[in-house]
């Protein structure tokens, strides 16, 4: 538990100084980006009111007390707090990554079971090939041609172009519009989610089926349904949920590409823009973000599985 | 003395000897998915040494008289907004694409393979620190990471290998280090100490050796990771830059404009990637039921 702020303050020195380290700032993005003749004495003006003309160790010690006063400071490029560019965004990234993990867990949990109780057979072969093709798909190549697909057959069937709205809206308010934009992203990234999370399953449960007490069970005339659903699935899971875990936290940060394929305001959308306008203060918050959240996953999954498996206690 | 020498060794070359097509047959009935994978990763590579024999035309230079064919006897995969045609430029992205991935997978298997050993050899203060790094790296996604990287160094194919190498390096060398941490307790490395060999000799000599299998696993992996990687790269604008050919690169633009002008744009340069990847994965995994039958996980 106390390990983590070493990891945190690792990964906030990393981010801070590998940010640094790029020739040029926002100021020089947004007043020399424009193309016209900019004075040099501006860009240093527009410097020093944002702070970037202090010492590197006064920044930084900035940066990091902030999370104590919890002020984490102002978007370089909008001027707004980080924190109001994060929320109006963090439910549309969050509810993503939540419908992809019950695509994923849907699709993959049955799939993973079926291929290892039928190992070696054509079925196994079948559902093998998808998996490692859903990892080896891009997820945003994916949705590329989910789009392309609803275009062309929408046009086909009810002669106009549809396309996912654009704008979010929340599902509490308008259900069926909220599943209609984020259903597709959730299916492009649940696939390849799916995938990782059905190759554990396979294997887990693989592992389980060798065990003792599965042929005792065997031995003493169960019904083999009852021995896969009770005996070896449930303890074949610790692992599938470990990678449910690592997947769930980096998607957060990880739908960057999807988010661009399909228009969506999202966390991912705002990293890559931040990124593109060196905007240090904002993208270093955004990387903490999904630091964070990462961390804390693991620490999550840690007291799971101590929770579900009563073998596993920490001293 | 000598009629035993001669039965022995006669005894010896009695051992059918496996030709090579033989032991090829059996890989095919053993690993069917890991021979796939192989030979979709053979065509690749074929692919790119014969890049000029397979094509006629030029994959950078544009042809305002071809824009947007469709699929035709003459442009197979059909043409892209500049005239180009998509199956040459498919098959020259194979070189970037082979090259970016087979860069970054070596130096970052190889480094991180290095580094994990000596971790795992020194022990101590050297493990603790290097394992803290290791935490840090690892917290950030890999795209992520990569991004942060290719924003500091910009956008060119040598600093998206860079980009890429760097988070596969605490990967591989948290794998390597959980190996070669069995196999310093093993009698034979302290007897090399015992001997007064240096640590440069028993880490390379005696301790890389044998954690080859993790190592060859990650290799493998690792080059489908990058090849995917450099294409999500190259798709945001952050990777490989026009007129180079690359896959991701050929995905830019909005799925719109391709549905109303030209889906067959996007559709092939998608389909490469994944056949690729695939291949590599498909490989991984028939030469890790095959080397290391303990590390079935994932």
């Not at chain 1, 920044?59 to 909008?78: A, K, P």
């Not at chain 1, 994923?104 to 054509?122: E, F, M, R, Y």
Request: charged content about 15%; overall charge neutral.
């Amino acid at each position: 538990m106390l390990l983590m702020i070493p990891t945190l303050f690792g990964a906030a020195l990393l981010v801070f100084f590998l940010l640094r380290a790029i020739p040029g700032d926002v100021c020089e993005v947004r007043l020399a980006g424009t193309g016209l003749y900019v004075d040099e004495a501006e860009i240093e003006l527009c410097r020093e009111k944002l702070g970037l003309t202090k010492p590197l160790f006064v920044q930084f010690y900035n940066f990091v007390s902030g999370y104590f006063t919890w002020d984490l400071g102002e978007s370089m490029w909008t001027g707004k707090d980080v924190t109001y560019e994060i929320a109006i965004r963090f439910k549309l990234s969050v509810q993503l990554a939540i419908m992809a993990t019950l695509v994923a867990v849907i699709l993959a949990i049955p799939l993973g079971a079926i291929s290892a109780i039928k190992q070696d057979t054509w079925v196994d072969y079948t559902v093998r090939t998808f998996s490692i093709a859903g990892i080896a798909m891009p997820s945003f190549w994916l949705g590329i041609i989910i789009i392309l697909g609803l275009l062309i057959g929408s046009q086909k069937f009810f002669g106009d172009p549809w396309m996912p709205p654009i704008y979010y809206v929340s599902p509490f308010e308008d259900f069926w519009g909220n599943m209609s934009q984020l259903i597709w992203p959730a299916v492009a990234t649940g696939y390849r989610y799916s995938a990782v999370v059905a190759r554990m399953t396979r294997s887990a449960l693989l592992e389980v089926l060798r065990e003792d007490y599965i042929r005792t069970a065997r031995a003493k005339g169960m019904v083999e349904k009852i021995i896969i659903n009770r005996h070896a699935l449930k303890n074949s899971m610790l692992p599938v949920l470990t990678i449910i875990g690592i997947e769930f936290a980096f998607l957060i940060g990880g739908l960057v590409v999807t988010e661009q394929v399909f228009n969506l305001n999202g966390l991912g959308r705002l990293f890559v823009e931040s990124v593109g306008a060196q905007d240090f203060n904002l993208t270093q918050q955004l990387v903490m973000l999904v630091v964070v959240a990462a961390v804390l996953t693991n620490l999550v999954v840690d007291l799971v599985y101590a929770w579900l498996d009563p073998r596993i206690r920490y001293g | 003395m000598a009629s035993v020498n001669t039965t022995t060794l006669s005894a010896v070359e009695d051992i059918p000897r496996k030709h090579w097509f033989v032991s090829f047959g059996q890989l095919c009935r053993q690993q069917p998915l890991g021979a796939a994978g192989g030979l979709i990763v053979l065509v690749m590579l074929l692919a790119t040494v014969f890049a000029n024999v397979l094509s006629p035309y030029d994959p950078e230079a544009a042809s305002f008289e071809h824009m947007l064919v469709p699929p035709s006897a003459d442009f197979w995969f059909g043409t892209d907004a500049f005239g180009r045609d998509i199956l040459t430029r498919i098959i020259y992205g194979a070189r970037t694409a082979l090259f970016v991935g087979f860069t970054a997978a070596f130096v970052g298997a190889t480094a991180g393979l290095v580094l994990g050993v000596a971790s795992a050899y020194y022990g101590g203060l050297f493990d603790l620190i290097f394992q803290r790094v290791v935490d840090v790296v690892m917290a950030f996604p890999l795209i992520v990471l990569a991004l942060a990287i290719v924003a500091t160094l910009g956008a060119s194919t040598v600093n998206v290998i860079i980009a890429i190498t760097i988070p596969f390096i605490p990967q591989c060398a948290r794998v390597v280090r959980s190996s070669a941490l069995a196999i310093r307790e093993i009698p034979y490395v302290d007897a090399a100490r015992a001997l007064g060999f240096g640590h440069a000799r028993i880490i390379l000599r005696h301790m890389v050796p044998n954690v080859m299998a993790p190592y060859l696993i990650m290799l493998t992996t690792f080059v489908g990771h990058a090849i995917l990687l450099e294409a999500s790269l190259s798709y945001l604008g952050l990777g490989v830059q026009e007129p180079t050919p690359a896959w991701g690169l050929m995905l830019q633009g909005g799925a719109e404009e391709f549905a109303e002008s030209a889906p067959w744009v996007p559709i092939f340069p998608g389909l490469a990637i994944t056949l690729a990847v695939f291949g590599f994965n498909l490989f991984g995994d028939a030469l890790r039921d095959i080397l290391d039958p303990r590390l079935r996980s994932r």
